[in-house]
Nanobody
Framework: QVQLVESGGGLVQAGGSLRLSCAAS????????MGWFRQAPGKEREFVAA????????PYADSVKGRFTISRDNAKNTVYLQMNSLKSEDTAVYYC?????????????????WGQGTQVTVSS
């Protein structure tokens, strides 16, 4: 029903920046909360950030507060993750997720649709 495609991942040096994008297609006339998750090598998938449909509520994981910024452009059906001051610990596959309710959530089970993931590698 909804397809999510991430882009913008790649290799970056520590202290650098990347901007991830997640483009949605399908039933985009509906209102969705969006989220970003990541999975580092040898670790479980973890919550990174989320944004309500209105854009007014944006919780972040403690590990990325002050460095990452989530935003969305509903007219373009796209959500963004601006990643600044990147650290080696940020190396992971980043996943975009969509949730039918307008309220944000921080757990995987709360999301209905997932992208394929995009690799972010931060070199020291």
């Amino acid at each position: 029903q909804v397809q999510l495609v991430e882009s913008g991942g790649g290799l970056v040096q520590a202290g650098g920046s990347l901007r991830l994008s997640c483009a949605a297609s399908g039933r985009t006339f509906s209102s969705y909360a969006m989220g970003w998750f990541r999975q580092a090598p040898g670790k479980e998938r973890e919550f990174v950030a989320a944004i309500a449909w209105s854009g007014g509520t944006t919780p972040y994981a403690d590990s990325v507060k002050g460095r990452f910024t989530i935003s969305r452009d509903n007219a373009k059906n796209t959500v963004y993750l601006q990643m600044n001051s990147l650290k080696s610990e940020d190396t992971a596959v980043y996943y975009c997720a969509a949730r039918r309710p307008v309220l944000v959530a921080t757990t995987e089970r709360a999301y209905d649709y997932w992208g394929q993931g995009t690799q972010v590698t931060v070199s020291s």
